[in-house]
Nanobody, 122 residues
């Protein structure tokens, strides 16, 4: 089982990035996938989750309307479109699964990738 995140980088405030999470070793169709992030010295923070039936959960009000999660099961890939980025969005972003078809926050993340760095700065 592998998760490979990409698409991060340095962007100015107000800019956009699209992160990709390419999965392998399992059938993506059956599972919910989440994005979470972690900034230096801070706790892990849930970003968004998409269920196997495409129901979307956004975990933080500050991200609603700015971040959009989507999935392409044919490409075994989950995306995170991030718009209107702010300096406080700076973090390493990870995709992960709880091995459930639903976005159940009571379950622990079981697998995640190496992450991709997002830096928002002028």
């Amino acid at each position: 089982v592998q998760f490979e995140e990409s698409g991060g980088g340095l962007v100015q405030p107000g800019g956009s990035l699209r992160l990709s999470c390419v999965t392998s070793g399992f059938t993506l169709d059956f599972y919910a996938i989440s994005w979470f992030r972690q900034a230096p010295g801070k706790e892990r923070e849930g970003v968004s989750c998409i269920s196997s039936s495409d129901e979307v959960t956004v975990y933080t009000d500050s991200m609603k309307g700015r971040f959009t999660i989507s999935r392409d099961n044919v490409k075994s890939t989950v995306y995170l479109q991030m718009n209107s980025l702010k300096p406080e969005d700076t973090a390493v972003y990870y995709c992960a699964t709880r091995w459930s078809d639903r976005c159940d926050p009571t379950l622990e993340y079981s697998h995640w990738g190496q992450g991709t760095q997002v830096t928002v700065s002028s």
